[in-house]
C-alpha cells in the first residue's frame, strides 16, 4: 500500500496477504475454467499459482514510490522474474513452467492473462482488498462474479457477455480507486518527501557523508546500480531483497538529526506527519508562478540555493483505469463473437475511461501556499 496509510489508517495490509489473496483468486479461477471443459493440467495449475504468489516479489520497501531508486532503469517486474529464475535454479527447475507461465511464453496464453492483464487476479485482489482496508466503498468490485463468468476462446481469456456490467463496474471502480486512493494529494506528497529523502541521503552517501543505516541500504547509497550491474551480479539481488519498509523508516527517524539541514529536515517532517501541499490541475503550472515561488521559498531558507526541488516540485501523474491499445478486456457473445468491451457496452462513460487522464501537480510547503 505505499503511504496510503498516511491517509488511511487501517491501510496497512502487506504485500504479503496481497500475494496470498491473488492466490486464492487463481486457484477460483482455475476452478471455474476446469469446470468449463478447459484444460489445465496440475502442474500448469501449480505454475499459475506460484506465478501469481511471487508476482510482486520484485517490489522494494514503499513499492512505486522509490522505484529505481536503489537500481536505476530496472522495473519491479524485472526484479520479480530475476528472483523466480534464482529460486528456480536452487529447487533444480521446479519453477520453469511458473516462470513460462510469468513471461507470457507458455503455449497456452490465457494462463498468463490470469497472472498479468487488464483483467488479472493482481487486479481483482488489490482493488477487493485496499477498497476493503480504506473503507472508500467506491472500489468494491464483483470478483466473485467475474470470476465465474471466465472463459477461454482462442487461447484468450475472455469474460461471457452476461457479465459485462461487472466488467464495467470493475473499470469504473479501478479509475475511481486511483483518484481517491493511489492518486491522493496526501498520498502523493508522501511518497514524493521519501524520494526526496533517499535521494538526498543517496546523495550524500556517494559525496562519502556517513550515514546510519542497514548494510544494505547503504550498499545502494553508496554507489549507483544499473540495469547491466543488475543482471551480472547476484549480490544486487541479495541485498535488495534484505531491505523492507522499517528499514527505511529506521534510518529515516536517525536522519531527522543529521547534520545535513535538507536531509534532516524533510526525514522529521515525514516522521511527524507535516506533509506538504498538492495542487492538481489540468493544465502545467505557469512559469511565472513557478519562478517566484522558488525565490519566495529560496528568501526563506537561502540554504536551499540549488537544491530547491528536494522542497518544491511540479510534474504529472497519469490515471488510465483501462487501455485496449495494449491490452484488451474481451467479451465472449452468446453467439460466439469476441468483441472489446468497450466496443459493445451500453454504458456511455466507459470509452472515455480507456483514455488516459493527466493531471499536472504542484508540491510546495504549506507556509508557501501564502504565495499562490
Not at 485482489?125 to 470478483?143: A, Q
Request: charged share 20%.
Amino acid at each position: 500500500m505505499g503511504m496510503t496509510y498516511q491517509v488511511y489508517p487501517g491501510a496497512m495490509h502487506s504485500r504479503y496477504n496481497h500475494a496470498l489473496g491473488a492466490m486464492h483468486l487463481m486457484q477460483k479461477a482455475i476452478e471455474v475454467l476446469r469446470q468449463k471443459g478447459h484444460s489445465i493440467t496440475d502442474d500448469e495449475a501449480l505454475g499459475a499459482l506460484t506465478a501469481i504468489l511471487l508476482h510482486d516479489v520484485g517490489h522494494g520497501p514503499f513499492s512505486h514510490a522509490l522505484e529505481f531508486l536503489f537500481i536505476k532503469e530496472v522495473h519491479h517486474e524485472e526484479i520479480s522474474l530475476r528472483m523466480m529464475q534464482e529460486i528456480n535454479e536452487e529447487h533444480g527447475g521446479a519453477l520453469q513452467t511458473a516462470l513460462d507461465i510469468f513471461q507470457g511464453v507458455y503455449p497456452k496464453r490465457f494462463l498468463h492473462q490470469l497472472v498479468s492483464s487488464q483483467l488479472d487476479m493482481d487486479r481483482l485482489d488489490y482493488l477487493t482488498r485496499d477498497s476493503f482496508f480504506t473503507g472508500v466503498s467506491e472500489g468494491v468490485v464483483s470478483w466473485d462474479r467475474i470470476i465465474n463468468m471466465l472463459s477461454v476462446a482462442n487461447d484468450e481469456l475472455v469474460i461471457e457477455e452476461k457479465g459485462i456490467y461487472s466488467i464495467e463496474k470493475f473499470i469504473i471502480a479501478r479509475r475511481l480507486m486511483y483518484w481517491q486512493v493511489y492518486l491522493h494529494k496526501t498520498v502523493l506528497s508522501a511518497e514524493f518527501m521519501i524520494a526526496r529523502i533517499l535521494e538526498r541521503a543517496k546523495q550524500l552517501a556517494l559525496q562519502g557523508t556517513k550515514l546510519f543505516g542497514i548494510p544494505s541500504l547503504l550498499y545502494f547509497l553508496e554507489q549507483d546500480i544499473d540495469a547491466k550491474r543488475f543482471h551480472t551480479d547476484s549480490e544486487v539481488v541479495k541485498r535488495f531483497s534484505d531491505l523492507d519498509d522499517h528499514d527505511i523508516f529506521s534510518a529515516i527517524k536517525v536522519w531527522s538529526k543529521h547534520d545535513d539541514y535538507i536531509l534532516a529536515r524533510l526525514s522529521h517532517q515525514l516522521f511527524n506527519r507535516e506533509l506538504h501541499r498538492v495542487h492538481l490541475q489540468n493544465q502545467p503550472f505557469d512559469p511565472e508562478l513557478l519562478n517566484n515561488l522558488e525565490k519566495t521559498l529560496l528568501q526563506v531558507h537561502p540554504q536551499l540555493a540549488a537544491h530547491s526541488h528536494f522542497f518544491l516540485s511540479t510534474g504529472t501523474v497519469t490515471n488510465n483505469a483501462y487501455n485496449p491499445a495494449t491490452d484488451k478486456i474481451l467479451i465472449l457473445k452468446k453467439n460466439g463473437e469476441i468483441s472489446d468491451v468497450t466496443d459493445i457496452s451500453d454504458n456511455l462513460n466507459l470509452k472515455s475511461l480507456s483514455s488516459t487522464v493527466v493531471k499536472h501537480y504542484l508540491w510546495l510547503p504549506k507556509w508557501l501556499e501564502a504565495a499562490l
